[in-house]
């Protein structure tokens, strides 16, 4: 046995360690099996992008990447693997499964074989070990809010690295929100042009009357998103898109005045934080443009889920409107607030004739269609409700998978969500109320950073980690994992460092008891 055993993060369902290393080089060859190919182009991408062609196939390769489909207790991302001083062996009954263990072999490896600037020559030693490891959720989530400030789709696929590298398989894309349209729609170009731009943006939290007098803008182009889902599979993460409706769509109504609750009337693309009144309005030609927009949505985002949204939709201006009054009066509703969820089953309807699956925020725990897959934020009590009323459930409960609040109470904290702390052991904790009851199924935990105070990189790094690796932690292997975890976090540190990831702090002093209540989105 090892004296320092080797680290993994997420912890694997079972590890062994064992004697002595196998030394990997460059020109170490890969027996590779048919439709193993996508974990040996994984390994490659280990050389470096410049360098000569690395881990050449060879049938007695020492190192062999084996698919064998009778593996089927291993599940769909599940995978086994011995490193003997001789030999590698990972074996999965499926690719995705596969590219997880090609993950911990990253790790295994010493922190600089990660930086992708390898020493020519250079011989790695990767410990022995024998590991079987599945999931313990099959979701395993990560939201980032491109709407409140555009990043580049350079650093999207830095974040596709960082979540491949921890076992997180779904990135969800916040593209629309009252602040910014960041998706183009052919049929509708005014989105970005108009859309994608706002004046200026609040300074402090909502209710602040400062602004910055800082125009901001960004849309990604189809190729680019395009590109991203590519980049994304071969490391089998999916990309999940969302679309806000019908609220949180300020920057919609903004290009499209006629599709808002008061058809023709002219607003700017939101400049504040919070939860604007502006919602789209229940006419016919709206129906029309969801259905337009998600059609290429769902050409350009292969996922089985499409994020609808859902939260936060003041019902204000349609218990204004003689218009909306008369429609949910047409369609026997009970009122104007009732709109909401008929909104979104329509529009789920759609998503569901194309195939896909409708995902929306769990605003009260009511109300939304049963099709649709719940993701609660607000009040543990919602993934409850949501269980028991059949739903498939994702967990972002707030206090354990927000990453826009601060991670300590120290006063040298970047600016976060005010209200509060989750720190890395809330975000370990992140629990789920257990029911026998239950018809629904958890699908698993999802962590959400949205962005109203944060723009540059390295302040998104500073929020997502080291946070990220717990969430990993936590969504993959479960509480047992707890134990030791700083003590695997200092361990882990160097590989985040070698990847240029400027995390916050890995040892926080205890902070303060949480206060309570979200102040606002
Ligand atoms: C949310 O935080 N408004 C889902």
């Not at 090892?2 to 890969?30: D, E, N, Y």
């Not at 789209?280 to 969801?290: N, S």
């Not at 409107?321 to 026997?332: C, D, K, L, N, T």
């Not at 080291?466 to 969430?471: D, G, V």
């Amino acid at each position: 046995m090892s004296a320092h055993p080797p680290v993994v993060i997420p912890q694997p369902t079972q590890i062994a360690h064992r004697p002595g290393a196998f030394t990997l080089r460059a020109s170490t060859s890969l027996r590779i099996s048919p439709g193993a190919e996508p974990a040996a182009a994984l390994l490659r991408t280990l050389a470096g992008p410049s360098s000569g062609p690395a881990f050449p196939a060879s049938p007695d390769g020492p190192f062999v990447l084996a698919l064998d489909p009778r593996l089927t207790g291993l599940g769909a991302e599940g995978y086994g693997l011995t490193v003997a001083p001789d030999a590698v062996l990972l074996r999965a009954g499926g690719v995705t499964g596969l590219l997880r263990g090609i993950q911990t072999l990253r790790q295994l490896l010493p922190a600089r074989a990660l930086s992708g600037r390898p020493s020519p020559g250079a011989a790695w030693q990767l410990p022995c070990v024998e590991i079987t490891d599945v999931p313990r959720h099959p979701w395993r989530g990560f939201m980032l809010d491109v709407a409140r400030h555009f990043q580049p789709v350079s650093l999207l696929r830095r974040y596709v690295d960082l979540l491949a590298l921890h076992k997180l398989n779904v990135f969800q894309l916040h593209l629309t929100d009252d602040q910014g349209w960041r998706m183009p729609i052919a049929a509708y170009p005014r989105l970005t042009e108009v859309g994608g731009r706002r004046a200026e943006s609040m300074v402090g939290p909502a209710g602040s009357t400062v602004f910055d007098g800082a125009p901001h803008e960004g849309a990604y182009t189809r190729e680019e998103l395009t590109g991203l889902v590519a980049y994304a599979a071969a490391r089998g993460v999916t990309m999940v898109p969302g679309i806000e409706m019908p609220g949180h769509a300020r920057a919609a109504v903004a290009a499209h005045p006629e599709l808002g609750a008061v058809p023709g009337r002219r607003v700017g693309v939101w400049t504040e934080w919070g939860v604007c009144d502006t919602v789209l309005g229940v006419h016919e030609p709206v129906f029309d443009f969801c259905r337009t927009v998600l059609d290429e949505v769902i050409d350009v985002f292969p996922s089985p889920h499409i994020h609808l949204g859902g939260d936060e939709c003041p019902t204000k201006q349609w218990a204004a409107s003689p218009v909306a009054r008369a429609r949910a009066a047409a369609e026997g509703l009970a009122g104007p607030e009732a709109l909401h969820g008929w909104f979104l089953r329509r529009v789920g309807a759609h998503v569901l004739e194309r195939g896909r699956t409708p995902v929306a925020w769990a605003e009260t725990g009511e109300g939304l269609p049963p099709e649709f897959t719940v993701m609660t934020w607000r009040e543990p009590e919602h993934t409850r409700i949501a269980l028991k009323r059949g739903h498939a459930v994702i967990s972002a409960h707030h206090r354990a998978a927000y990453l826009d609040y601060a991670q300590t109470d120290s006063p040298t904290e970047p600016p976060a969500q005010p209200g509060g702390v989750v720190d890395l052991r809330a975000v370990h904790e992140h629990t789920v109320p257990e029911s026998d009851d239950t018809a629904g199924e958890l699908v698993g935990l999802h962590a959400a950073l949205w962005t109203e105070f944060v723009s540059a990189p390295e302040h998104l790094d500073h929020l997502a980690f080291p946070r990220l690796c717990a969430f990993a932690d936590r969504a993959w292997s479960g509480a047992a994992s707890w134990p030791h975890f700083h003590d695997r976090l200092t361990a882990h540190a160097p590989r985040l460092t070698a990847l240029g990831v400027r995390h916050g702090p890995l040892h926080p002093h205890l902070p303060a008891p949480h206060s309570s209540g979200k102040e606002q989105s």
